[in-house]
């Protein structure tokens, strides 16, 4: 079982930038591929970006490649989504997951586990 916990949503101005965190509990989070989905309204959940599990390998989704950063530390059981460069298609509700042995890192029935998400909202 695992526990996971997100942080760092808000109100920013587009250009701005926020740092998603994504705390978890369990002992075996290191072993675990890590994603970040977002839900806009009205829209489809969607893939954002996945990190494996010994942070060798990242995947994005062409909407936010090279303005979204993601990394985790396994000492801290924690996953982070640095955004910049951020707009109003960004606006959503940010959901981290967790999933084991994750064959295709953009298909969410990989993961197992879900936070009840962070929401994000960019307007000026």
């Known amino acids: 079982q695992m526990q996971l916990v997100e942080s760092g949503g808000g109100l920013v101005q587009p250009g701005g930038s926020l740092r998603l965190s994504c705390a978890a509990s369990?002992?075996?989070?290191?072993?675990?591929?890590m994603g970040w989905f977002r839900q806009g309204p009205g829209k489809e959940r969607e893939f954002v970006a996945a990190?494996?599990?010994?942070?060798?390998?990242?995947y994005y989704a062409d909407s936010v490649k090279g303005r979204f950063t993601i990394s985790r530390d396994n000492a801290k059981n924690t996953v982070y989504l640095q955004m910049n460069s951020l707009n109003s298609e960004d606006t959503a509700g940010y959901y981290c997951?967790?999933?084991?042995?994750?064959?295709?890192?953009?298909?969410?029935?990989?993961?197992?586990?879900w936070g009840q998400g962070t929401q994000v909202t960019v307007s000026s």
């Open positions: 997951a967790a999933g084991y042995q994750v064959a295709t890192m953009n298909e969410p029935s990989m993961y197992r586990y």
């Open positions: 369990g002992r075996t989070f290191s072993t675990y591929t």
């Open positions: 990190v494996s599990w010994s942070a060798s390998n990242t």
